[in-house]
């Protein structure tokens, strides 16, 4: 059975940390309690800055925080990965190619682990 992950995992941090909408909204710098609701239900990411905040405040990592978003973006890239590495395999070969087949191939391959464990 595959476990699907939250979107994200704020609301349980902050209902952890005791914290309101408005109080979290207040750390973070300026922003509305709704703010908050409409990123810990998904409706809308925060900017970079604001993931970060989060981060400061619950002690846990961006991708833990937001695990479903991190898993689909992980899972797009490993899709273009795939394409571009096939497309990189049709190549003449050189140094640079090489590197980037390398690369592509730690992509594709950090996937397959994630999905095995």
Not at 25 to 41: D, N, P
Request: hydrophobic share 45%.
């Amino acid at each position: 059975m595959t476990i699907v992950p939250l979107s994200t995992y704020l609301k349980m941090h902050r209902k952890r940390s005791g914290l309101t909408h408005d109080e979290l909204a207040f750390l973070l710098g300026s922003m509305r309690g709704t703010s908050v609701s409409r990123h810990e239900s998904g409706q809308s990411l925060p900017q970079l800055r604001t993931a970060l905040m989060y981060e400061a405040v619950f002690g846990a990592a961006i991708r833990e925080l937001f695990e479903g978003v991190f898993a689909e973006a992980r899972e797009a890239v490993n899709v273009r990965a795939v394409g571009m590495l096939a497309y990189f395999q049709k190549k003449p070969r050189s140094r640079k190619i090489e590197r980037k087949i390398e690369v592509l191939k730690a992509i594709v391959g950090e996937e397959d682990n994630v999905r095995a464990a």
